[in-house]
């Protein structure tokens, strides 16, 4: 796995899909306040509400509250659009700001996306296609994506297409379990599910090309809930390897497999990409899929151990003969803090971007260092009023921590550095110190250069964490 991660990392993610995916990320949020502005919003949240009551007051489908909490949760989440309070157990969401117009920025997106190369302006086609049918899905035609996603609507078959093969985001996924599945051994028989356009199919079949095992494909069978995506994937796949072994079927992963022509103990490996997450009943899914293999047995295990960064053995005991065990030799339990900054790599390098409590960081100072690097002075701002605050004998106290790395121009990070929030307020002083922000400062030496910075803060009393990275230029003091 660590092979894996590495060739992720250097390969598979390169700096256009990093920054595509930041773009896009944005997109969304702005087609949200585009639709927060068409449903006018505003006016159904000057009073606090629920999501399903606002659902309801749009004559929207009973479930259409699921989508719309989604919606307000991240505009409260990612902006300051909407409020949210806790009333009981539900969630109240209360207008805050009126969102700018933003076809704007849309466009300058859309620019941006073209100059990283076609294949990404697809991902921005399908979210421009998720706003203009949003209010047709949840209350004139509820079936509209789900025909769409199963093939079932031909008008969309080419957005989907698109979407789910050009856009180099979603492509990935592909890719990334052909890599898996080519490192594997002990497999000779595969069942795909959910094979969809043929994402999975391809990348593997050209994968094990490319390294001339081509011929470890014994027998590989192609399955989707919908005929079109199964005989449109099965002549492309003929056309660029006749001489695989494959099936074409037609399943559904939410009926038993033995009455779909796939009996236990057939198939050595089941494989989806993008697919075993949309069953109905999970559960029963990985039971059929448990039954189905012949030779191959992949055992996950989540430890119970505490997140102490400490490493232990692992020994694995099994039944029978003949049975060849490949297993690590032991493992490290990830400490809470280690979570936390590779949870903050993650906003610097993915453009996974969360800042619920509103954080900032900027350069204070930097001098330069005899070395030659620089030493930096990082100023860290956190409002107090977004902070999880537990009351114990009239002083108000939190409970936050703070990881603060560095992800340098060469592609290097920094060790983590760690800050415990030590904020205790007096009832009289709670009120006034709302209104405040939290400032602490953070020392890096760094070397000159266009870097990233990256934060993450985990409030412990409100459950909640924010990340964030922040470009700095050091080398200019």
Known sequence: MDDFTAWCRSTAFTDAMVRASALLQRACDLHLAGLYRSLEMESLLREPATAASVAERLGFVDTADITLGAMLQRLASRGDVVRIRHADSALLYEHAVTPEEPSGELAEIRRELETLGDGYVAGLEFLDFGSEHFVQALRDDPDLLDRMLSGREAGLAGLWDRATNDDPLQDVHGLMGARFLADLDGWSEILEI???????IRHLFRMLDGRGDLDRVGRYVFTDISQRFVLTTRHSVRASF???????????????????RVPAASIDLIYGVNAAHVARDIVGFLEESSERGAALYSIGYTPDDHPDGSLHALRLKVKGRGLKVRHRRSYV????????????????TLGWIDNPHGIKAEIAEQVQAEDGNWNVTVLLTIPIRDLGLVEANGVHQTSCRVALLVVTESGGLTRPQYIEIPLQITESQLEEARKQVFGARANLRLPPGSHQLAVGLWDEIGGKGSYIASPIVVGQG
């Open 242 to 260: 006749p001489a695989v072994p494959c099936e074409w079927r037609f399943l559904d992963i939410n009926e038993a497999f033995a009455k779909q």
């Open 194 to 200: 959910g094979g969809g356009t043929g994402n999975g």
């Open 333 to 348: 339990t990830s400490s809470v803090s280690s979570q936390l900054a590779d949870r903050a790599v993650g906003a610097a």
